[in-house]
């Protein structure tokens, strides 16, 4: 009977494991605010998700879901009409996972080859989680601002530094991400030429604020 090399299994067994958890470890995104997704995104549609097929290419194969596409706010010079998003099928590579037949999504992406691509990078959201300022945004006023920067600010002081920058401080607050700015304000490019943080209420004068604000 073959004796059993316990030298060679421990340590092949602790490099299975490191490599496992450099799988699990390996989907890490850097914060954005919901502008910020829009503007970097080829295509921004609201969709509902009818199905998914999983398609054996790569390690773990790429998710391809089948969508019916309610309103398209972005992307009309990529394509008319979206019938598939294409994922990777690991969340660790930074797959999304959406439910079949029970909501309509957010959807951001980039297209390569004609195909829809997302990822948990994106900015994917049920639509009814989302807030009125934010559904305003996407459907006109997030483009008003895709020519100013949101600068995140992770630690005190922070300041602008250019008369194109809004000062992004939902790290610093309490209930952390996704903070208020994200939620309620849109960065918005003024006649000046200056950027500054807008409310979205109804009189565009009374609700424009400085960059630092709030």
């Known amino acids: 009977m073959p004796s059993f090399n316990y030298a060679l299994f421990i340590?092949?067994?602790?490099?299975?494991?490191l490599q496992i958890r450099q799988f699990t470890e390996a989907c890490s995104c850097a914060l954005s605010h919901p502008q910020d997704a829009y503007c970097n995104s080829d295509i921004v549609i609201r969709a509902k998700v009818v199905g998914k097929k999983l398609l054996k290419d790569g390690p773990f194969g790429t998710m391809r879901y089948t969508i019916k596409q309610m309103k398209m706010y972005k992307g009309f010079d990529k394509m008319q009409h979206v019938q598939h998003i294409y994922t990777d099928a690991s969340e660790s590579l930074c797959g999304v996972k959406f439910d079949i037949n029970k909501y309509q999504y957010l959807i951001t992406g980039r297209v390569y080859d004609?195909?829809?691509?997302?990822?948990?990078?994106?900015?994917?959201e049920k639509w009814e989680r989302l807030t009125l300022s934010q559904k305003k945004g996407i459907n006109h006023r997030y483009q008003l601002g895709c020519n100013c920067r949101?600068?995140?600010c992770h630690y005190?002081?922070?300041?602008?530094?250019?008369?194109?920058?809004?000062?992004?401080?939902?790290?610093?607050?309490?209930?952390?991400?996704?903070?208020?700015?994200?939620?309620h304000y849109a960065c918005i490019q003024q006649k000046e030429g200056y950027c500054s943080w807008y409310r979205g209420m109804s009189s565009r004068d009374k609700t424009t604020i400085n960059a630092t604000d709030p």
């Open 114 to 124: 004609g195909k829809v691509y997302t990822g948990l990078c994106n900015f994917n």
């Open 150 to 152: 949101i600068k995140p």
């Open 11 to 17: 340590p092949l067994t602790v490099l299975c494991s």
């Open 156 to 183: 005190l002081p922070c300041f602008v530094t250019s008369k194109n920058e809004c000062l992004w401080t939902d790290m610093l607050s309490y209930f952390g991400y996704p903070g208020y700015q994200s939620r």
